[in-house]
């Protein structure tokens, strides 16, 4: 045999899967019924259920309004962020915390009361928290422990008589 010569196996065609056929150059080709991939999502069910619950949660104890966005926030972050924050329901009491993994940015957002409530360190030490868990490539889990640091930064939401 001459160097560059392939040996063509040969193929039973009776052996042969269903839709699998031998072409004339000796190849079989197979045609595969198209099977869709469930799209990839940054969190499984129990830790959305937990991003949700720590939602909630903050939102029912400090009476501000609390969000994530996780997404890209382009060249200018905090203006994307401040953007997001200022088309919620109620701007003045909104928490936003916005996170762009791809992007490697963390913002937190506040309106005027969340402002007065969460304190510019407190918001800074809970982004601190978040990196932190980012870095150990703990998404949920950051997210998680952010929110429930600025709900205790926050305080409760205060009585009115």
Do not use: C, W
């Not at 830790?47 to 903050?58: C, G, I, K, P």
């Not at 928490?95 to 963390?106: D, Q």
Request: hydrophobic letters at 40%.
């Amino acid at each position: 045999m001459a160097t560059g010569e392939l040996l063509k196996a040969e193929v039973d065609p009776s052996t042969l899967e269903v839709g699998a056929v031998v072409t004339n150059s000796g190849r079989v080709s197979a045609a595969k019924m198209y099977e869709p991939h469930a799209p990839s999502l940054p969190f499984t069910p129990v830790q959305l259920a937990s991003l949700d619950e720590a939602l909630t949660l903050a939102s029912r104890t400090t009476g501000l309004d609390f969000s994530v966005y996780l997404g890209e926030l382009g060249a200018d972050a905090r203006a994307k962020a401040e953007e997001l924050h200022a088309a919620t329901t109620r701007p003045t009491h909104a928490v936003l915390v916005a996170v762009s993994p791809g992007e490697r940015r963390v913002e937190v957002v506040t309106g005027e009361e969340s402002h007065r409530r969460i304190a510019d360190r407190g918001a800074k030490l809970a982004v601190m928290s978040m990196v932190a868990s980012f870095k150990e490539g703990d998404l949920s889990g950051g997210l998680v422990s952010g929110l429930r640091m600025l709900t205790d930064q926050a305080g409760p939401a205060p009585k009115h008589v």
